[in-house]
């Protein structure tokens, strides 16, 4: 299996970028487009376990636009062969002190496109001297 190839993450990481600003900006329709939609897509939040792309979907709809700004860093994007990749980040927000955010993707590339299949996002408090 060849790891990191050139394109794939070039591909991934284009899309997580499209995820990233469908974020900020609570564009639902694409963050509904970029999770797969099946029984078996799961996403782990922060304060809620969705299973399914109808919970997923389903929180989206209903969280409030506010507060949602925030800043990556330290984004990793590794590909595995030509169809599947991790993405992980760290975030922060300003409405959070001291506080960082994880998040990781498994993407998948399916014949509709890379769709994340399993996202896990938690927060902790930041490391003293980060």
Do not use: C
């Amino acid at each position: 299996m060849e790891v990191d190839l050139p394109d794939v993450v070039a591909e991934v990481t284009a899309q997580f970028q499209r995820y990233e600003q469908a974020l900020v900006s609570n564009d639902v329709a694409v963050l509904d487009e970029l999770f797969r939609k099946d029984s078996r897509t799961l996403r782990y939040g922060i304060t809620e376990n969705l299973y399914g792309y109808g919970e997923i979907s389903a929180f989206r709809a209903a969280r409030s636009p506010a507060g949602l700004m925030r800043r990556t860093a330290r984004t990793v994007i590794t590909a595995y062969g030509r169809d599947t990749a991790v993405a992980s980040t760290l975030f922060y927000r300003d409405s959070a002190p001291g506080r960082v955010g994880r998040q990781m993707q498994t993407w998948v590339r399916f014949p509709e496109g890379w769709r994340i299949v399993a996202a896990h996002v938690s927060i902790i408090d930041e490391a003293k001297g980060a």
